[in-house]
């Protein structure tokens, strides 16, 4: 920052307020009015209002309104061509009743457990190996984030072309070291393998994050606690549970709820690798079917908000198993 | 046992290393391999761990330079203008409603400012499920669907709010007095914010247009319901949609995958220190 020493001088100096020339530090934190006045036409306070209103309008808009209309929209039977008409609960009926909405709401509960789990595990193993610092670490960690910052659909792409049951370097690299003896097909054959190897492939992408996080918060640890812990006789398992969980609990519910609301979210890799199949089809992926290629919007509406409930149940829920308030 | 341990510490995370970097890396290396060699190389068994024979006939194709290519390269091409125009607006008319409304929050006295916050940052929580079903509806009945505008809008309403709150961080790191100084001098509050906290934040804008460039880029569900055909959609849509074709070739595949994966994959490298700051702001206490 080339703030000169003269500039904050002739600010101080200046008659602003009595109090601000005796102590600047304080002023430092506060917020300040300034004129709000830009014209002869413009009222003083009338700015920051106006400043503000492209991203009311725009978040209103796009994102609230739209919320409501979901909501509402839910109860309603929806048809492109025809008036909406009041149908109550009818639309939860299909969602809990239909097998396949049934099949989609179980993939996608697997998705988020498989997903919170594996990013955060990952995320902390990424994390303590990074820990400490030695020359390469920037380069390596450049190359961690890496994946985070492929596209979705490119990354499920790619993978699609690893798990490939004809030509795929998964089956070729398994028969090379003779654990296969033949080619196999991963993906939409048994379902629950299907749903696994698919969140892996999201784990790929959002572990990055996790694994930021994890070690942005292990860094933050003082070393005196492990001294302490090392005089104490802790071994180095003992520290582990005793000394770095506790401390670092925020990162992981931190880390855990990101992971949680894009796997309950998971349509990408959902659409690219498993697109025609029910066997891994996710919840997100089942309103856009409904909702795009049935155009039953009623259904599609239910699903969301249902959706949108789950995702807010859950991560309130994490949240509270997880995080605890630490100080040190 | 004495042994071992040396041994282990000689050693030490090396192995953890390498296994972090061949999980990050390998999907991305398989796919510059397969995009860099022939199909029959590519569909060999064995397979090949090394692009040989060495060909970059895939990237030719997927320009047009190769006739055998010419329609996929048009598709390519085109939607690769596609995103570019896309994120790029989203990334500039994000940039400008974020900056006004960050120093509005940051600076300024305003009524409701703590709610209207909060509201707004809220919004970041709401999934895509609350909202893609109606957007699609307003689009349509505006008859935005399949135009450049529609598409902008959306992502800068889905990314402002993020935007907002790292511009509002940065301009709170600012100390206040040089726009106090500014204020004595007489210079009103929007002058203030053009001339002295727009260059001062320089660094912070730049990371937060690079992020919103980026998120731009690699959207998948909403281009894929708000477009249908080249005029608009991206080229992650049309990733997916040759893919879903099944007759594509892989190698030519992944050469697209390769293009399409480069520029956020770009950004991330060179800015991997902004970043890994910006996502990490909240994560430590």
Redesign the interface.
């Known amino acids: ?1 080339n ?1 000169t020493p003269t ?2 001088d ?3 100096a ?3 307020t009595p109090s ?1 020339v005796s102590s ?1 530090r304080s ?2 934190s ?9 014209g002869p036409g413009l009222r003083a ?1 009338a ?3 106006l ?2 209103m ?3 309008a ?2 209103g ?7 409501a ?2 909501t509402v ?1 839910a109860f309603y039977e929806v048809d492109p061509l025809y008036p909406r008409h009041f149908v109550g609960l009818q639309n939860f009926r299909g969602v809990f009743t239909d097998p396949t909405t049934r099949i989609s709401l179980i993939n996608t509960l697997v998705y988020a457990a498989v997903g919170v789990a594996g990013a955060t595990i990952l995320g902390l ?2 994390a303590i ?2 820990r ?1 610092r030695f020359r390469s670490r ?1 380069l ?16 499920a ?6 798990f ?1 049951p ?2 795929g ?1 998964l089956n ?2 398994l ?2 070291a003779h654990i296969l003896n033949h080619y196999y097909v991963w993906l939409g054959l048994h379902r629950f393998l299907t749903v696994v190897l698919i969140e892996v492939v999201q784990i ?1 992408q959002i572990a ?2 996790s694994a ?6 292990l860094q ?1 640890i003082p070393a005196q606690l492990y001294e302490a812990a090392l005089v104490d006789g802790a071994g180095p398992w003992r520290t582990f549970r005793r000394v770095t969980i506790p401390l670092i609990r ?2 992981l519910a ?2 855990c709820v990101q992971a949680l ?1 894009l796997s ?2 998971i ?2 890799q959902v ?2 690798l498993n ?1 025609d199949a029910t066997s891994g089809s996710s ?2 992926l089942k ?2 079917v409904d ?2 290629s049935d155009l039953n ?1 009623g259904q ?2 239910a ?3 249902t ?2 409930l789950l ?2 149940v859950f ?1 309130v829920t994490l949240l509270g198993l997880i995080y605890r308030r ?1 100080s040190y | 046992m004495k042994l071992l341990r040396s041994a282990g510490q000689r050693i030490g ?1 090396k192995p ?2 390498a296994l ?2 061949l ?3 390998f ?2 290396y ?2 510059a391999k ?1 995009s860099l060699t022939t199909l029959a190389s ?2 060999g ?3 090949k761990y090394i692009p040989a024979p060495f060909t970059i006939s895939n990237y030719k194709a997927l320009f047009g330079i190769q006739s055998s290519g010419a329609d996929i390269a048009y598709q390519f091409g085109r939607s690769l203008v596609n995103s570019t125009v896309e994120s790029g607006g989203a990334m500039i008319l994000t940039i ?3 900056v ?2 960050a ?8 009524r409701f400012k703590g709610v ?1 916050f909060a ?2 940052i809220g ?1 970041l ?14 689009m349509s009945g505006w008859g935005l669907v399949n135009t450049y505008f529609g598409v902008i ?2 992502y ?3 990314f ?2 993020l935007a ?1 709150w790292i511009l509002y961080t940065y301009f709170q790191s ?8 500014a ?2 001098d007489g210079a ?3 002058r ?1 914010l053009i001339r002295i906290v727009i260059p ?1 934040s320089a660094p912070g804008i730049a990371s937060a247009a690079i992020i919103t460039f ?1 998120l731009g ?5 909403f281009p ?2 708000l477009t249908s055909d080249l005029s608009s959609q991206p ?3 049309i ?2 949609a040759l ?2 074709q099944r007759v594509v070739p ?1 190698t030519l ?2 050469g697209a ?1 390769a293009l ?2 480069a520029p ?2 770009i ?3 060179i800015m ?2 902004r ?2 700051q910006g ?2 702001a ?4």
């Open positions: 920052m703030l500039v904050a002739d600010s101080a200046g008659e602003v601000s600047v002023r430092r506060r917020r300040f009015r300034l004129r709000g006045s830009g306070g700015l920051p209002y400043l503000v492209p991203l009311v725009a978040v808009v796009f994102a609230v309104y739209p919320t209309l979901t929209g193993a990424v190996t990074l400490r920037g390596i960690l450049a190359c961690v984030v890496l994946p985070w910052a492929v596209p979705s659909v490119v990354g792409v790619i993978w699609g072309w690893i490939d004809n030509f370097v070729g690299a028969t090379s790929w990055p994050i930021l996080i994890i070690l942005a918060a933050s925020p990162a931190l880390s609301v309950l979210n349509f990408d659409y690219v697109y919840l997100m309103t856009y909702t795009f919007f599609g509406y699903l969301s908000l959706a949108t995702t807010v991560t630490v | 995370n953890a290393i972090v970097i999980w990050s890396l999907p991305l398989w796919a397969t590519a569909e068994r064995p397979p400008l409603i974020a006004t409304s120093y509005a929050f940051a600076r300024l006295h305003m209207i509201s707004v919004t929580l709401l999934p895509a499920y609350a909202t893609l079903i109606p957007v699609y509806r307003m809008l959306a800068t309403a889905g402002v709010p907002m600012i100390p206040a007095e040089i726009e106090e100084a204020a004595v009103s509050a929007l203030t001062l980026m880029w690699t959207q998948f569900l894929l319901v080229v992650t849509v990733v997916a893919n879903g892989f595949l992944m995958a399409a994966a956020p994959g950004f991330a490298l991997n220190r970043i890994v996502l990490t909240g994560g430590v206490k």
